[in-house]
């Protein structure tokens, strides 16, 4: 499932839900991470009748998925001035040299004219080739690889290239056109693994949208009713069913229970752990009505008035998996273990209100938390959609101690 807040917002089609109310979509780790990082890269000039046959013979050899920004072939007059001069004093400085060189493009003389561009600008039966970054082939290594994919009438005998490159996509056509002009030519695509396809975010977005104060607002009574019953800290959640005939609906709500005295204490029973559990309970429940499956230890039953009566909905239809096509609103920002919990039970969407900047681990800017971005990372085999939901109100009553995980 492909599945967002960050300040400032990432999109202003997010800002307004109703009022002064906001949905912001959170920033990928990807998209936190967009900063302009540079890596050096292998470029040499090449006949065009061996494009084909070099490109083949680099790729059989090695992987550039993380390069597939960056065109492979350019022609010397599709260049800019900047990537001609650079290549221009390296082919007449030291051809050996492998340090880096990453001139700011206000360094470049104006007057380019000057010097002689020749070699660069001769004619369209040779390209500009990116083989690969100087950290995955040496430059002897490259060189080899050149020569045993070229005809005997191939002439190498050019010093082979450094050139600094972006080494992450552009976030933006207009930076992918300002790369190209200072770096190499850059491609933007507006989509790509690092983030949600913005059609999907958007549809999901004007799903959540209507109901997330509605949702929040439960959260945050049964986080009230637990903290007023000394159950745990004032934090709660609501799953919540989309798909009902009568539209959505709540399957489950639950606060925090941490803190509950009595041979059930057990500090794991965080808001989202006890929807979710809750949620499994329910599945059991409608699976085998006769089933008698108390569990204290997890808490995974309901225990103030208002949970008890989102437990006796009948929401949740029967055959579903886990949390599948389910949403979850939480009153502060999961914890690692919840915001984990979240992912492998397969929820779609989380909307939480308050940041917690020491301990929430969907965030994924380092200076707005603890930087780990767990709903969209790509090493994790689910991804999900996540919001920030705000409305402009001073919520005191939402507030509890800055390093609390939720």
Known sequence: MNQVSSTPPKDTDDQSVQG??????????????????????????????????????????????????????????????????????????NCDSSASFVPSPQSISANVADHNTDHLTSVDSHLYFLICPTTTLSREEAVRILVLASSEEDDFSSCLRTLPVPARPPKSHEQAVQWS?????????????????????????????????KWLDLAKKV???????CFGEQIGAAVVNPGTDAGPAVVVAAGDARWKMGNAQNPMSHAVMRAIGMVARRRREIFNP??????????????????????????????????????????????VMCSMAILHSRFTKVVFATRMPQTGALTAENQLGLGYGLWWLPELNWRLLCWQYTDGKTRDENLCRENVHA
């Open 20 to 93: 002064a109310a906001k949905l912001d979509l959170l920033h990928t780790k990807a998209e936190a991470q967009s900063r302009l990082v540079i890596i050096e890269v292998h470029v040499v000039l090449i006949p065009l009748r061996s494009a084909n046959r070099l490109l083949r013979t680099v790729d059989e050899a090695i992987s550039l998925e993380k390069l597939q920004h960056l065109r492979r072939f350019a022609k010397a007059s599709s260049l800019s001035t900047v990537v001609r001069e650079r290549l221009h004093r390296h082919r007449h400085g």
């Open 181 to 213: 002009r200072d770096y190499w030519p850059t491609v933007y695509k507006k989509h790509h693994p690092d983030t949600p396809h913005p059609s999907i975010a958007a549809q999901m977005r004007h799903a959540v949208g209507p109901f997330a104060a």
């Open 223 to 229: 986080s009230v009713e637990a903290a007023d019953s």
């Open 290 to 335: 006769d089933a008698s499956d108390s569990n204290d230890l997890s808490l995974d039953h309901p225990l103030t008035l208002t949970e008890h009566t989102a437990y006796s909905s009948k929401a949740l239809l029967a055959g579903g998996y886990l949390c599948m096509e389910l949403e979850i609103y939480v009153t502060h920002e999961p914890c």
